[in-house]
């Protein structure tokens, strides 16, 4: 049911007291206990400490013997391999998420071109699957509240077991997900949350990650709890004022009836309580759900927009019996959004036109597993181009990428993976709308995009109404899209509410806007042009292409010019989305291998700057903007022709080669100007006029050989901030201090303070260098264990020719096995590789008893054992051969025994090797005389970055200054 609150008595008690915001009680809450926060809800981020290894997707023995145990999903309780608690994962990687493991894997040109070459996916499955484990404690005090585990984000197919029970699966790699643990926790002793990710198949046709690459919380609440996504904030404005409407789903996860009561109160963005509003009383049954709405007046409301990007909050409180049962904390912007078939879209009464990008997700460097300040860096690199709008292609985004958004302003297109109603589909859909719709930046929601089976016949229109209408139940103030690829009016673009068109060449807007003149139309793709940044002739043979826009085909297609040119001649186009904003891992057109990323961005896969980007920052910007698209150090071409493009939002520009002028062109309002220039060494520059007097200039001058490196810090800005990201461009300096545009050096880097790099790229389309120089973990195994009897005391290996073994892990029938020994020998091989002599080489067993002896390769190495968590660890010198361990148990046999039986999961628990190649020097070469650094910086202490390279002098830069104080 939903229970209303009248406009008038909203109004009446927002301005009414709200001191109780303040820490002050009210008279009606004298008298009353109100729990703590810590008490109420809780939501811990819970991305660190996680152990990882990667198994395989088809032999068992290689994945931990996953699946294979008796009983496997066939009792509850009897998860094996590494979903069981018993599991020993000391020997795996110890790793802080988002986590994004394809970047790590080699590329193989047999790997799949359109996901970037990784040797992930079909033919790899010794790199397809990924286990995370991590272990919790959750107090005592926690009984009786609700537990459960929310993860952001994890491609793909991924499977939670919790203390040895399946707890479910999610197939997409790109909704979030939640899942409650209530019920298997185990309080005041260790639980163990384990995540078996599987990469065998892809979902989209770019690069995907592989991994847990979102974050991931531990939410604890009240039985009787605001539901998960369970607000929904709206907004009308009249004048200078605003109605909020505050709805909000409590949900009974008690045993027992409660009668409960709902505050909402609005906060201003400095924590201002500005309205306020108790709702009567209402009664909610034991495992069911009650809606409540409420309107609140906000007087002389602050609206969210592109400039001022105001965020409010609501904060609505559930109270049961006197007590506070939940606090639910929802960001929300005052705002008005209308599309208009005839003049596009609208916010807040406003005509604007949407200058728009398409991103995937991955950066250079991390992959898609991408820190929270990196969607901020990215969402500015676009602004700082003139876009004020995102479409997130093709799938939900992060939610931090939103809360950028939000923040910023910038508006978004939320975006559904895959178009359909089954259950599994449709569950999907709700989970983006449900999880979003707060969002004062997401202005559109789109299902689907490029349903080539479907958009253009009878079905494809079917589904897209019916999801669409299911769209509006969950949100009936934003209209809903599906960008199609083609078939105008048939299909899916006769059933939209928005008709979202992928490029103008594949479409008829005109025809369509004529027989659908009620529906918007936007392009949510356009362009598709390739280009290498700092290459300005084709060198197909490196996979780099010239960096001025062009059509991508000789017909049939739109450079970006030609594509904003078309939406600027038609006012009711609401705008245009650029395919894309970001070059991304995949998609190689027109290449294969050797190419490894896409070449469609405005920028480059580090975030810098293409030249095609400073023609949409001309169009896009009131800034004054003159920009040469070409560099002037070409040694060897000297008496060749040069071509040299202009951008500015000027009426004309002159280029001069130094100070000689070669010519005064006018600028179309939504083109450039071009230029052939014999080169010759010297100055180019680029002058721009509006009303006969100079705007704006540019220039770029021949530069001598490279002499020295330099280090730019992009972010943060603030060196005194507490951002927990540092992003660095790396460049080359002529013996004048000038940028070298050609500079290709291989660069190395260190990094000193609480800093650590996590990512380096080039924006090289054809580069092949690592990402990422980690150290290389392997982990093996030992199998095939047997057990023979020893005589009690023994404190000598035996001649193990000699003894009579048998498997210590066969059931017998009660009373059949063998007797049970008062000291027993154990024996292991070991599968897979010993590690070679460069590796650090560590041997994890466990501690049977008191008094076990250790033997490898026949050396006796009890010394050398040292505790380690569940038992105890072996390092193995060079000399060390470990093909074979042998344990002694010279006493307490049946106890020994009774542990083995009881942790080592058939034999394959037992113990492992861990061999670690370490990491090289992290290094990068400069491409186009560029590169990028990305550091994770720690703590407020000092951190600094040095780059080296062969013949150059050094640089040096801080990334945060060291505190003032000692910590």
């Known amino acids: 049911m939903i229970v209303r609150w009248s406009p008038l008595l909203a109004l009446l008690v927002a301005l009414g007291s709200t001191s109780a915001l303040a820490g002050a009680a009210t008279p009606a809450a004298c008298g009353t206990r109100e729990a703590q926060p810590s008490q109420v809800r ?24 996953y699946g294979t145990a008796p009983f496997f999903f066939a009792k509850a309780g009897y998860g094996d391999g590494p979903a069981s608690p018993k599991f020993d994962d000391r020997a795996w990687r110890l790793l802080d998420l988002p986590h994004d493991w394809g970047v ?12 970037g070459s990784r040797a992930i996916g079909p033919g790899f499955p010794e790199h397809n699957i990924g286990w995370y484990r991590k272990s919790l404690v959750i107090p005592e005090s926690d009984r009786g509240r609700r537990i459960g585990v929310e993860f952001d984000g994890v491609f793909r197919d991924s499977v939670v077991w919790f203390n040895g029970h399946y707890i479910g699966r999610q197939p997409s790699g790109y909704g979030s997900f939640r899942h409650d643990l209530t019920d298997y926790v185990n309080y005041g002793g260790p639980n163990f949350l384990v995540v078996r990710v599987d990469t065998s198949t892809f979902e989209g046709w770019f690069y995907e990650g592989a991994g847990i690459y979102r974050h991931v919380w531990l ?83 602050a609206l969210w927009s592109l400039e001022t990007p105001v965020l409010h909050q609501l904060v609505t409180t559930v109270r049961d019996e006197e007590r506070i049962r939940d606090r639910y904390v929802t960001s929300f912007g005052v705002r008005t959004i209308r599309w208009d078939p005839q003049s596009g879209f609208w916010l807040n009464g406003r005509n604007i036109r949407l200058q728009g990008t398409n991103n995937h997700q991955d950066h250079a460097g991390i992959g898609v597993a991408l820190p929270d300040e990196m969607q901020v860096y990215r969402l500015e690199r676009l602004k700082a181009m003139g876009a004020n709008a995102y479409r997130a292609s093709h799938h939900p985004p992060t939610p931090e990428m939103l809360d950028a958004a939000d923040r910023l302003g910038m508006l978004v297109i939320d975006e559904n993976r895959m178009m359909g109603t089954a259950p599994e589909l449709r569950d999907q859909l709700d989970r983006m709308v449900l999880r979003d719709r707060n969002h004062p930046s997401v202005i559109l929601w789109s299902v689907g995009n490029e349903e080539w089976a479907i958009e253009g016949n009878a079905l494809g229109a079917r589904l897209n109404r019916l999801m669409q209408a299911r769209v509006t139940e969950l949100d009936p103030t934003r209209p809903v899209s599906a960008a199609t690829s083609g078939g105008d009016q048939v299909g899916i673009s006769s059933t939209t509410q928005v008709a979202g068109f992928n490029y103008r060449a594949q479409h008829d807007a005109d025809a369509y806007h004529k027989a659908f003149p009620n529906v918007p139309i936007v392009m949510t793709e356009e362009g598709a042009t390739t280009t290498t940044r700092g290459i300005y002739f084709d060198d197909r043979e490196n996979v780099h292409l010239s960096a001025f826009d062009r059509p991508p085909r000789p017909t049939g297609s739109s450079s970006i010019e030609q594509g904003w040119r078309a939406v600027v001649e038609r006012p009711w186009m609401a705008g245009m989305f650029v395919w894309t904003g970001f070059d991304y891992r995949g998609e190689t057109t027109p290449f294969g291998w050797p190419a490894i990323s896409s070449q469609f961005g405005m920028l480059d896969t580090t975030g810098l700057f293409k030249d095609s980007a400073y023609y949409l920052k001309s169009v896009w910007s009131a800034e004054p903007l003159a920009h040469i698209a ?119 880097f260190t990094v000193t303070g609480a800093a650590e790099i996590i990512g380096v790229g080039n924006g090289d389309p054809g580069s092949h260098e690592p990402d990422r120089f980690g150290d290389r973990y392997a982990i093996a195994g030992f199998s095939d264990w047997e057990l023979a009897d020893v005589p009690a005391g023994s404190m000598v290996l035996p001649a193990t020719a000699a003894l009579a073994w048998r498997d210590p892990f066969r059931w017998y029938p009660p009373g059949s096995g063998p007797k049970t020994p008062d000291a027993f020998v154990l024996r292991g091989r070991l599968q897979g590789s010993a590690g070679g002599s460069q590796e650090r080489r560590t041997l994890f067993l466990p501690s049977l008893a008191e008094g076990q002896r250790i033997f490898v390769g026949g050396r006796e190495l009890t010394a050398l054992a040292k505790p380690s968590g569940r038992g105890l660890s072996v390092v193995l010198d060079e000399a060390a051969r470990a093909e074979e361990v042998i344990l002694l148990l010279p006493s307490s046999g049946a106890a020994a025994l009774a542990r083995l039986q009881d942790i080592g999961l058939n034999g394959r628990n037992v113990a492992s090797l861990q061999s670690v190649t370490p990491a090289e020097t992290w290094h990068r070469r400069l491409f186009s005389g560029h590169a990028q650094v990305i550091v994770r910086l720690g703590g407020d202490r000092h951190a600094r970055l040095t780059a080296t390279a062969a013949g150059l002098e050094s640089a040096s830069v801080a990334l945060r200054r060291p505190s003032k104080e000692p910590r």
Request: charge should be negative; proline fraction near 7%.
């Open 104 to 115: 790590e894997v080699p590329f193989d040109p047999k790997a799949e071109a359109n996901h």
């Open 42 to 65: 809780e939501r811990t981020n819970i991305d660190s400490g996680w152990r990882f290894a990667l198994g395989h997707a088809h032999d068992p023995a290689r994945d931990f013997g």
């Open 630 to 748: 070409g560099h002037w150090t070409w040694p060897g071409r000297e008496g060749r022709a040069i071509p040299i493009w202009v951008y500015a939002n000027a009426e004309e520009v002159e280029l001069t080669l130094d100070g000689r002028s070669l010519g005064r062109h006018v600028l179309d309002p939504a083109g450039h100007a071009e230029w052939q220039v014999s080169y010759a060494p010297g100055v180019l520059a680029a002058t721009a006029f509006r009303a006969g007097k100079p705007i704006a200039t540019d220039r770029v001058e021949t530069t001598g050989a490279q002499k020295s490196l330099a280090l730019s810090v992009e972010r943060p800005s603030d060196l005194d901030g507490d951002g927990d990201i540092a992003v660095v461009a790396v460049s080359a300096r002529d013996a004048n201090g000038r940028s070298v545009p050609i500079a290709d050096n291989d660069v190395a």
């Open 219 to 301: 939410n604890k609440t009240d039985p009787l709890h605001v539901a998960p996504s369970g607000t929904f904030v709206t907004s009308t404005v009249n004048g200078t004022d605003a109605s909020v409407t505050a709805r909000a789903t409590i949900a009974n996860e008690d045993e027992r009836d409660h009668v409960f009561t709902v505050e909402q109160v609005i906060l201003s963005p400095a924590g201002k309580p500005l309205a306020r509003i108790s709702l009567p009383p209402q009664t909610v049954a034991k495992g069911e759900k009650v809606e409540t709405s409420a309107d609140l007046a906000v007087p002389n409301a």
